[in-house]
């Protein structure tokens, strides 16, 4: 049975409606998971902002929203700590509406996209200027980072979650059960490339940390092993162990799942998003992009973005 165990942080002033909404939404998901057979189980557990845990490692951590600014402003430097090293050990960790704020103290988000709720667009800007907020996305997957946008987010987020970690059947059952709509985290799943973090190859996952936010630079395998402090040989090996793709592979695949995001969401040129995903050469992105997608770029943004 494959546990994924869940950290909902209850810090002081968190909306306890989702607090708790979380936790049985994945107690829900327990359900369909057991009807259709998956050994998988979610494991979510209520956590005190005082006392965290040091001796545990989770898959997922959950910072839920607030009606209150007193906390999320000023979040404890030991929540913040006990986040860092939870994120060192490969968990996702996950915002939703306020929850942003204190997840950008920890810094994590830096080179990130991240989105919150549009009424805190203002605030957030002012406290975090060099961090890049879109509030007309109301969740944004970035692999071990996701946030979510408005105050009933939460709701969105744990189904997201539950489609990464389960499957989509899952995932729509339980949308037909709590009587929401699941469309488009459905194709949110089938296009995301979701790569494993919980893998337990702290090098590896420091590589995969790193190419979150440098995707766009210049890298090569050996400037990824020093990144791990390895040898390229050593880093193929472990990387392949742990994420089953090589390096620049998995480079490729983080690189075209960024330009689908781009071509959802923006209007910028298929020449301007190969640029800004780390792709000097429109036709090499081209081909990598239909090779992984099985559409072309304008194909995609074609099919995907014409009920907008």
């Given at each position: ?9 209850n ?74 090293e939870?994120?060192?050990?490969g ?7 306020a ?63 539950v ?46 940390q790193?190419?979150?936010?440098h995707?766009?630079?210049?890298l ?30 998995y ?58």
């Amino acid at each position: 049975m494959k546990q994924i165990r869940i950290a909902i942080v209850n810090y002081p002033q968190s909306l306890q409606s989702a607090v708790y909404g979380l936790q049985e939404q994945f107690l829900l998901a327990n359900d369909i998971c057991a009807d259709e057979g998956l050994a998988l189980r979610f494991d979510p557990e209520l956590l005190s902002a005082n006392t965290l845990p040091d001796d545990l490692s989770f898959t997922v951590v959950i910072l839920p929203p607030s009606i209150r600014t007193d906390f999320y402003n000023q979040p404890s430097p030991s929540l913040l700590k006990w986040l860092h090293e939870q994120h060192r050990q490969g968990a996702v960790i996950c915002s939703a509406c306020a929850g942003a704020f204190i997840l950008a103290a920890t810094g994590l988000l830096e080179g990130r996209p991240v989105t919150t709720h549009w009424g805190l667009a203002e605030n957030f800007t002012e406290s975090y200027p060099e961090l890049n907020l879109d509030t007309r996305q109301i969740l944004i997957d970035d692999g071990d980072i996701i946030t979510a946008g408005g105050l009933m987010s939460w709701v969105d987020l744990g189904m997201e979650l539950v489609s990464r970690y389960s499957n989509s059947a899952v995932m729509r059952q339980l949308g037909r059960n709590m009587v929401v709509d699941t469309g488009a985290r459905q194709q949110r799943f089938y296009q995301s490339f979701a790569p494993a973090l919980d893998h337990g190859d702290s090098r590896v996952l420091t590589v995969q940390q790193y190419l979150q936010s440098h995707f766009a630079e210049p890298l090569t395998a050996e400037s990824m092993a020093e990144q791990a402090a390895v040898s390229g040989r050593t880093l193929l090996r472990r990387f392949v162990a742990a994420t089953g793709f090589k390096p620049l592979e998995y480079l490729q695949k983080l690189r075209v799942q960024k330009a689908c995001d781009l071509l959802e969401s923006s209007n910028d040129t298929v020449s301007s998003i190969a640029n800004a995903v780390g792709y000097e050469d429109i036709t090499a992105f081209r081909r990598a992009f239909r090779k992984q997608m099985g559409l072309s770029p304008a194909e995609f943004r074609r099919r995907f973005t014409s009920a907008s």
